[in-house]
Structures are given as C-alpha cells and as structure tokens.
C-alpha cells in the first residue's frame, strides 16, 4: 500500500449522493455509479453538449472525479462528486466543504471497483490500526480520487484521501 502525507488548502466538492449501510457498500457503490451516473450522462460525454443546468454543472465542475464518503450513524454518505468552480448550485446538487488539513494520500493501479474496494479494506484494517495510530481522521469524511482513462485498465490509477491530524 503505497501512502504520502501531503497538506492541502480547503476545497468545496460539487455533486449528488445517496445513503449506503457500510455491509453493502462494495455492491452498492458502484451499482449507484452505474445508474445514477453513467448510464443518465453517457451521452453527455458523448457530446460534451449540456441540455440543463445539472449537465452544465457536470461538465465544468468535472462531476465524477471524486467520490466522498461521509459517515453517519448507521450509514454513510456516499457522493458523486467534482471540485466546485463557483456558480449557481442547480436543483439536486449539493455542495460539501473540507477544511485545510494534512491528509494521508493513498494510491492504488487497476480495474474499477476492485483495485479501490482492495485499496480501502487495506486503509481501515491494515493502516489505521497500525502506522494510523499516529494520527486522527480529521472530520467525519473521506474522498475517493479518479483519473481520466479506462477504470477497466490494469493501469487505471485511483486513490483515497483521508484528512488527518497528528494526535
């Protein structure tokens, strides 16, 4: 598992979410990824030609580059999410902010979803109850980092964020 320790400035994610329970979370993610972004935007990234303000919003706030996991008491969070560049905030978008903090910065190589279901079972088993022990998760939150390319690709890169603090 390869992680590195890197501050970052605050930063506003744009996006929309849904309520997961974490027992099913590597089913139900990505089956919300399917639905509920790829198969209603395929055409616009076909296109690359907005029809609404929700389109719009996608395309230049790069909607699906992050994912955030937020936790709540049974359940988490889980987004679709792109860095907020500024603007009106359509119907069905939400905005979520993270403070500046340190974060440790994990990456991984490799088809979607298992390369990052393999990637985040390390994080929470193997890293946090032993080198993690040094820090504290700095907020409730975590995001999920995509590239551009083929998430089928042995070479697909992707990685998690956690923020942290010393402790």
């Given at each position: 598992m390869n992680v590195t320790y890197e501050k970052k400035d605050a930063m506003t994610l744009i996006g929309y979410h849904t309520?997961?329970?974490?027992?099913?979370a590597y089913q139900k993610c990505p089956e919300f990824w399917d639905k509920e972004y790829a198969a209603k935007y395929a055409r616009l990234w076909q296109t690359m030609k907005p029809e609404n303000a929700v389109e719009k919003a996608i395309l230049e706030n790069r909607i699906g580059l992050f994912s955030i996991c937020a936790d709540s008491e049974n359940a988490f969070t889980y987004w679709i999410a792109g860095l907020y560049q500024g603007g009106d905030v359509p119907e069905?978008?939400?905005l979520y902010s993270f403070p500046a903090s340190e974060w440790a910065v994990f990456t991984t190589k490799g088809p979607m979803p298992d390369s990052l279901?393999?990637?985040n079972t390390a994080v929470w088993q193997e890293w946090f109850p032993n080198e993690g022990q040094k820090y504290h998760?700095?907020?409730?939150?975590?995001?999920?980092?995509?590239?551009?390319g083929n998430p089928q690709s042995p070479d697909y890169e992707c990685g998690i964020w956690v923020p942290i603090s010393c402790g």
């Open positions: 309520e997961i329970r974490p027992e099913e069905g978008l939400e279901q393999t990637l998760a700095n907020g409730n939150a975590t995001l999920e980092v995509y590239s551009a």
